[in-house]
């Protein structure tokens, strides 16, 4: 663990998976900007072990990390274990992590397929499931699940399972809310259209996100700003950007023969193929 403070503002922590880079590691500025002690994880742990210091000595809060794979069905606990045998309170989980498969639906593993949809999914509900009864005894809790403008579109002609397991997180969240509002727990589901991050070279679609009209495109910075404030509002859903806020409003409201059109102009290779 990483600290040089020997002030700190409180003893909670922000747990955020995902959080080596992109949104993820701009969440993990933004909250510790505002003074919550953190706790990392992601893959790759030299990444970790270099952000930690990194955020630790500019906002003077605790950054702690675990590096894990959430594809692997033992990681939550692990995670949650790790948590509680050290005594970190967390009182705001960002669930963030997630990735793009780049080869047809028909052409990948089911191994691969159930891998992603853990990641995605099954992790997203086991690690609020498991920290949400401490939530619930302090009355006090916020959730963020970061999903997708893709929940909203209809699905694509790559990464097939991306846009419905987003609709099914949207959903998720939403359950949280009418479950637990009622004891200080509110989750955000975040949904950020083109976000310029490490996202797209790692899943293998950066070709088609070169295409896509920069005027769509958004820093990660800005994304975490506005998602953490609704999150902080209490608000159910954030769609970042009036731009994106626009196109949501159109996918809800035009019928799909006009979004098809509008879709292969301002998300190449997505839906012609």
């Known amino acids: 663990m990483y600290t040089d403070s020997i002030y700190f503002m409180k003893n909670t922590y922000a747990l955020i998976t995902g959080a080596s880079s992109g949104i993820g590691l701009e969440i993990a500025n933004n909250l510790a900007n505002r003074g919550y002690n953190l706790v990392l994880t992601a893959r790759r742990e030299d990444r970790l072990i270099s952000i930690s210091k990194e955020i630790s000595e500019k906002f003077k809060v605790k950054v702690d990390f675990i590096s894990c794979d959430l594809s692997d069905i033992n990681t939550p606990r692990q995670i949650f274990n790790f948590c509680n045998d050290k005594d970190y309170k967390v009182e705001v989980l960002i669930n963030n992590a997630g990735y793009g498969i780049k080869t047809p639906f028909h052409e990948t593993p089911m191994e691969d397929e159930e891998d992603f949809i853990r990641v995605l999914g099954t992790s997203v509900i086991a690690l609020t499931k498991i920290f949400l009864p401490s939530m619930m005894e302090s009355q006090n809790g916020k959730i963020m699940i970061v999903s997708s403008v893709a929940s909203f579109s209809p699905p694509s002609a790559i990464q097939a399972l991306y846009g419905p397991i987003k609709t099914f997180m949207n959903r998720f969240s939403d359950s949280i809310n009418i479950n637990y509002n009622h004891l200080g727990i509110s989750s955000t589901a975040l ?82 193929k």
């Open 191 to 272: 949904c950020p259209g083109f976000t310029v991050t490490e996202f797209h070279t790692a899943s293998g679609v950066q070709d088609e996100m070169d295409r896509v009209p920069s005027f769509l495109k958004f820093s990660a910075e800005r994304i975490a700003k506005e998602g953490v404030e609704a999150m902080f509002a209490g608000k159910p859903i954030c769609v970042p950007t009036m731009t994106y806020k626009i196109l949501v409003f159109m996918l809800k409201n035009f019928p799909a023969s006009i979004l098809s059109l509008f879709g292969r102009k301002l998300a190449p290779g997505r839906y012609d």
